[in-house]
């Protein structure tokens, strides 16, 4: 089993920037490719981005594509989502996931452990 935790989520104001951490615990780390997912109010959870077990290629949702990125630290046991330019529209609960498929996988059936998420607020 493995043990997600997000954190660094804060209120920040549009056109800034935010980096959120997921820092894992249990199995071997890299054996899982990791994602992001975001829940808005209201709205059901949607995929954000994937990172490969490696860390060399990496899947961004077209809507962050471009402002958002993914990296991992194998050896600290971290994966990191750095969002630039952000829109009141990212406002969410953002989760961190391990996914043992293999491919990329964009919905939340692909992954198999959860974090509990942390809040970003964006203002206007």
């Known amino acids: 089993q493995v043990q997600l935790v997000e954190s660094g989520g804060q209120l920040v104001q549009a056109g800034g920037s935010l980096r959120l951490s997921c820092a894992a615990s249990g199995r071997t780390f890299s054996n899982y490719a990791m994602g992001w997912f975001r829940q808005a109010p209201g709205k059901a959870r949607e995929f954000v981005g994937r990172?490969?077990?490696?860390?060399?290629?990496?899947y961004y949702a077209d809507s962050v594509k471009g402002r958002f990125t993914i990296s991992r630290d194998n050896a600290k046991n971290t994966v990191d989502l750095q969002m630039n330019s952000l829109k009141p529209e990212d406002t969410a609960v953002y989760y961190c996931?391990?996914?043992?498929?293999?491919?990329?996988?964009?919905?939340?059936?692909?992954?198999?452990?959860w974090g509990r998420g942390t809040q970003v607020t964006v203002s206007s």
């Open positions: 990172i490969s077990r490696g860390g060399s290629s990496t």
């Open positions: 996931a391990a996914s043992t498929a293999l491919g990329v996988s964009t919905f939340e059936r692909g992954y198999d452990y």
